[in-house]
């Protein structure tokens, strides 16, 4: 599986960014996730959706202002971020876990593939 992240760029808080990820190949995927990173920090969780059934899951953070989407058809992720903090800013990345299980969608380890990252920058 390759993954293609897209949508980044530089946004005015309160703002409204729109990433998506396009994935390739023929492996099935059970986890499609956002994470995102500041140099510095480790990976943390964004949000994920379960590609087959579609729940999904969010960090307490951005519940309510992000959305995470997918279309199966063309297979893509996509997340909707509005309301946009100075704290989001970060280089998002998206992640495809074939086995992922549900008790651990949050974690990195649980993921096998994963995009080239994408960088959001809000500014205040």
């Known amino acids: 599986v390759q993954l293609q992240a897209s949508g980044g760029g530089l946004v005015q808080a309160g703002g409204s960014l729109r990433l998506s990820c396009v994935a390739s190949?023929?492996?099935?995927?059970?986890?499609v996730a956002w994470f995102r990173q500041v140099s510095g920090k480790d990976r943390e969780f964004v949000a994920s959706i379960r590609v087959s059934g579609g729940n999904t899951y969010y960090q307490d953070s951005v519940k309510g202002r992000f959305t995470i989407s997918r279309d199966n058809a063309k297979n893509t992720v996509v997340l909707q971020m509005n309301s946009l903090k100075p704290e989001d800013t970060a280089v998002y990345y998206c992640?495809?876990?074939?086995?992922?299980?549900?008790?651990?969608?949050?974690?990195?380890?649980?993921?096998?593939?994963w995009g080239q990252g994408t960088l959001v920058t809000v500014s205040s």
């Open positions: 992640a495809a876990g074939l086995r992922t299980i549900l008790s651990q969608n949050r974690e990195p380890r649980a993921y096998h593939y």
């Open positions: 190949g023929r492996a099935v995927s059970r986890f």
